[in-house]
Structures are given as structure tokens and as C-alpha cells.
């Protein structure tokens, strides 16, 4: 649905909106085209850089 990069350099990544059904098109489409093919790479796991997260509601604050 959408994706931007944040911070700069080296460091960055990219924030990914998809839909549920998605998501493993998304990351498999991200493991070939960047880290098999731009990079070089074909490690077998790439929990530690790509993993899914859901958004939910922000910072509040709590009565008291």
C-alpha cells in the first residue's frame, strides 16, 4: 500500500504498509531483489533484519 525510508546512510530502512495476505510476497520479493540480488547475499535467515510489526495506537496519558 506504501513504504518510506527512514533516517540515512547505512543505517536506514524502509517502513512497509501491506495487508496481511501480502506480506510474504512482500518479504520475499525484498529477500531476492535486495539481499540475493543487489547485495550478493543468501542467508538462510533474515529474521534480524526483516520482521513484521503491527501498528497500534500511540502514546497516552494515563489518569492519576
Do not use: I
Not at 520482521?51 to 494515563?62: D, H, I, N, S
Request: hydrophobic content about 40%; aromatic content about 8%.
Amino acid at each position: 500500500l506504501g513504504a518510506r525510508l527512514t533516517a540515512a546512510g547505512f543505517g536506514g530502512c524502509a517502513v512497509c504498509l501491506v495487508r496481511d495476505e501480502a506480506l510474504g510476497s512482500l518479504l520475499d520479493g525484498v529477500r531476492r531483489g535486495y539481499y540475493e540480488g543487489f547485495l550478493g547475499r543468501s542467508e538462510e535467515s533474515l529474521e534480524h533484519v526483516l520482521f513484521p510489526c503491527r501498528a497500534v495506537a500511540g502514546a497516552l496519558t494515563l489518569p492519576g
